[in-house]
Nanobody, 114 residues
Framework: QVQLVESGGGLVQTGGSLRLSCEASGIIFSFNAMGWYRQAPGKQRELVARIITYTTYYADSVKGRFTISRDNAKNTMYLQMNSLKPEDTAVYYC?????????WGQGTQVTVSS
């Protein structure tokens, strides 16, 4: 059974940084394209960043500020978020890319105050 557990969210001021982690069990990261997603209140969930082996993709809204990475030995994926903006406020999730419906976890809340 696949389990993805996100952590590292919190409350930060505009311009601050956070590092999110996604620990996986039941799935081998190195065999899968993985992504970070976010869902803001009243909005649809969107893909923020994706990593396939060592190739990365970023949504235009986070390009240059966020960095996705993973440690295959630890089966853990990260999202380093710098220069955070209030519009980055959302619940952040990890999943495969494309996402599997049954893999969604609880997510981790990121709140950026202005």
């Amino acid at each position: 059974q696949v389990q993805l557990v996100e952590s590292g969210g919190g409350l930060v001021q505009t311009g601050g940084s956070l590092r999110l982690s996604c620990e996986a069990s039941g799935i081998i990261f190195s065999f899968n394209a993985m992504g970070w997603y976010r869902q803001a209140p009243g909005k649809q969930r969107e893909l923020v960043a994706r990593i396939i082996t060592y190739t990365t993709y970023y949504a235009d809204s986070v390009k240059g500020r966020f960095t996705i990475s993973r440690d295959n030995a630890k089966n853990t994926m990260y999202l380093q978020m710098n220069s955070l903006k209030p519009e980055d406020t959302a619940v952040y999730y990890c999943n495969t890319n494309p996402p599997q419906q049954g893999y969604w976890g609880q997510g981790t809340q990121v709140t950026v105050s202005s």
